[in-house]
């Protein structure tokens, strides 16, 4: 039986701790003060880190190796909740009403600063210097990611790392995968103007609502018809919002959705089309219309070769069979403010275990994760560190 005196147990048993302390107080994207202050005052703690606070709600600790000249390399974690109202059952569950951890960046921050927790100890034997960035607001546009960026944290940076807990890979799984892994999420509203009247006497409006619902149909050529079939793209129509009454016909309707495409040219070109075809549906019913188009986070695209070399930092400390092929997906993360700045790579970490009931989906009220996942975390981002910050980006040594 493990001591509890074990250094890796000790360890874990911290992270875990950390990691419930946070889910029991979730905060929303711009509004995490009081995890900024908790986060702040663990790194406090430990020996050999330069603090600041880039923006209100967001905490950079750099560590100076003493190896030696190396690589900068950030290592990202986000800290924000999402407003869900928590339905588990778990000591530790949401004290804040409507606001839950149901995403797992209460992990992700754990997990980092067990991360930072190791690194300190050994900052004699590293070169370069590690930057630990407790990021703010993941989940709400613009993000915390491109704020930290304009705030200048990416400066001298060689190389950048990012995980995520993913409740879809059993746990003692990571997934990793070069080149494009989430996509770029863009939101629109569409709004249809036509003329109403009675609900009876339909000849005599311009009803907003046929018009809609032709546009809606329209729009799902796009994806089906227009585009090259071999590239990923999703155009999803999710709110519709018209009417007050069974007899009225409104005067216009309200569509709003999202576009998540992975190609920079594609995502371009994605709005056009729609404009073409919103335009001549309204047009042909006499109806008039307007578009708006928001361009979300950028696509996260992993460097091949700096995902090899977190390949092999999983094999490595989990085992040959602990690493698998990620599967890209239309979610967006906004770790790719981060990669337009430097080469780097974002990895998912198994947490999901159906023995234990832990299976809910990301942004769920049950969401839930197997906590063995976070020790994990910690190794492979530690095994990391010692690697990428010697490791030849092909960039000169800052």
Known sequence: ?????????????????????????????????????????????????TLSRPTPTSVLAVLQGGGGPGRTLLMRADM??????????????????????????????????GAAQVLTGLASQLPGEIRFIFQHAEELFPGGGQQLVDAGIMRGVDVA????????IPVGLV???????????????????????????????VDPIVIACHIVT??????????????????SVTTIHAGTAHNIIPNAVQLSGTVRTFDPGLREQI?????????????????????EYECGYRATINDPEITEVLRGVVRDTLGEDALVEAQPTMGGEDFS?????????????????????????????????????????VKVLVEAARRLTVWDTGRPAT
């Open 80 to 113: 924000d909740a999402l407003p869900i109202q928590e339905d588990t059952e778990y000591a530790f569950a949401s004290k804040n009403d409507g606001v839950m951890h149901a995403c797992g960046h209460d992990g992700h921050t754990a997990m980092l600063l």
């Open 337 to 377: 403010a981060y990669l337009s700045e430097a080469p780097g790579a974002f990895m998912f970490i198994g947490a999901r275990n159906e023995d234990a009931g832990i299976t809910a989906p990301h942004h769920h009220p049950k969401f839930a994760i197997d906590e063995a996942a976070l020790g994990h975390g």
């Open 218 to 235: 329209a729009l799902q050529a796009i994806v089906s018809r227009q585009r090259d079939p071999l590239e990923p793209a999703v155009l």
């Open 271 to 291: 709005p056009q089309w729609m404009e073409r075809l919103i335009r001549g549906v309204t047009e042909g019913f006499g109806a008039a219309y307007t578009f």
């Open 1 to 49: 039986m493990t001591s509890t005196l074990d250094p890796q147990t000790t360890l874990d048993d911290q992270v875990i701790t950390w990691r419930r302390h946070l889910h029991a107080n979730p905060e929303l994207s711009f509004q995490e003060h009081a995890t900024a202050d908790y986060v702040e005052a663990q790194l406090r703690a430990m020996p050999g880190l």
């Open 161 to 168: 790392i990012g995980a995520h807990l993913f409740s879809p």
């Open 175 to 205: 997934a990793l995968k070069a080149g494009p892994l989430m996509a770029a999420p863009d939101t629109f509203t569409v709004t249809v103007t036509g003329r109403g009247g009675h609900g009876a006497m339909p000849h005599e409006t």
